[in-house]
């Protein structure tokens, strides 16, 4: 489902601070603020839309009052009838966020919530097949985005009732308890969601606000790391994981591993190999640096001959991530065959991660590519274990050792 329908939902989950940081031009632009953000807190999006409004026109350079009048703009779309005016508040809406994005706002989650928005305003798919419980949902957003959270509970409840797996019932009933402050009812409904589709990553990462706000960071870190795990290629679910870091001031990144070479293909399919001389050589040092060499001999024979066999149900051939781990294990192999070679730190960090059963997730969080990513969902199935190896052992250690 788009992450359009999700937005008015998502924003609850931010701390609201439009009143008190920003320096006001004016007395009356300070009030207007206090007034926009209590309304915000309370979900009333309706509400303050003309407060933002306002406040946009007297700041039009404030990257912050876009941000939130983009989703007093959504709220708005959700209780218009008329398809014409939603689609011109999605426009608009999309329009602050990028003039904020412009504007230099410091959101880890902006681009996402741009790119869930389409250019023209088109409407977001719906919540359900079931007419009547598609109804209730969008009932309830309604009702939500005007602060009216107990009715909007009981309308996803009731849809709840008429589909058991409605994934967006059960979160965003987790959503009004933990707008209630009753974190203990939100992580329930959380769970449920997780349990009705546990390769979903909003849950997990909406589940780890309550936590954060309970000062919880060991474990709001890891529901940061199932959602990554199971869409690492989400905006949303990287910039949770973003957000974590800078609350906790955790440095997060990849292995410093370097590779001095990549290969390309021509349209008749020979293999174009371009190679890093100095890192090749080493500075003259005796670090296995030689056996780059062997990466592109590698590739280009699953480009030639492997592909299609261990493929044999794909038409077109694809850098895959079978192929990236042969042609890594196979440099590693030939830098290690020379005893007398003193492996360089990113060979001797490729080794280790082989060596540990990581190498497919570093691979794939770190190098993916539009061929490679494709293997990530049959992986993630049988190696979510690793693949939350990798991101405790190594990203969220700066990188490990």
């Known amino acids: 489902m788009s992450h359009r329908k999700l937005l008015i939902t998502f924003f609850v989950l931010l701390v609201v601070s439009l009143a008190v940081p920003i320096q006001a031009q004016t007395e009356n632009v300070s ?99 079931n007419p009547e419980a598609n109804k209730l949902m969008e009932e309830g957003e309604a009702l939500f985005t005007q602060g009216k959270a107990d009715e909007a509970l009981k309308k996803y409840q009731e849809a709840l009732n008429l589909e058991p797996k409605l994934y967006h019932a059960a979160l965003f009933s987790g959503d009004i308890y933990l707008q209630k402050q009753d974190y203990e009812k939100a992580e329930v409904w959380y769970q449920k969601a997780i349990a009705i589709d546990p390769d979903k990553e909003t849950a997990y990462r909406y589940s780890a606000t309550p936590l954060m706000k309970q000062r919880k960071t060991d474990a709001a870190r890891d529901r940061y790391i199932e959602a990554f795990i199971v869409e690492p290629y989400n905006r949303f679910a990287r910039g949770g994981l973003i957000q974590w ?139 979510r274990d690793k693949l939350r190896r990798y991101m405790l052992e190594y990203v969220v250690k700066g990188g490990g050792n």
Not at 39 to 64: F, M, R, V
Not at 356 to 381: F, H, M, N, T, W
């Open 31 to 129: 009030d207007l603020k206090r007034q926009a953000s209590e309304l915000l807190k309370q979900t009333k999006y309706t509400d303050a839309l003309p407060l933002l409004e306002k406040i946009a026109a007297l700041e039009p350079n404030d990257g912050e009052t876009q941000f939130y009048l983009a989703f007093a703009l959504l709220g708005q779309s959700k209780n218009t009838q008329d398809a014409a005016a939603r689609k011109a508040l999605r426009v608009r809406a999309r329009n602050a966020f990028v003039k904020a994005k412009a504007l230099n706002f410091n959101e880890p989650k902006l681009d996402a919530l741009i790119m869930s928005l389409p250019e023209d305003g088109s409407e977001a798919p719906g919540f359900s097949s």
């Open 245 to 383: 870091a800078q609350a906790t001031q955790t440095q997060l990144a990849h292995p410093d591993i370097e590779i001095p070479t990549n290969v390309t293909f021509d349209e008749k399919g020979d293999a174009k190999i371009n190679l890093d001389a100095n890192a090749l050589l080493g500075g003259g040092k005796d670090d296995g640096g030689f056996a780059w060499i062997a990466y592109g001999g590698a590739r280009s024979t699953w480009r030639k001959e492997k592909f299609a066999k261990m493929f044999p149900n794909e038409k077109a051939y694809r850098h895959s991530l079978a192929e990236e781990v042969d042609a890594l294990r196979t440099v590693v192999s030939v830098a290690t065959s020379d005893k007398k070679a003193k492996l360089g730190p990113s060979l001797a960090r490729l080794k280790k991660l082989d060596e540990q059963g990581l190498l497919e997730s570093y691979i794939l969080i770190a190098r993916p590519d539009e061929g490679i990513v494709q293997d990530y969902p049959a992986y993630l199935k049988q190696n």
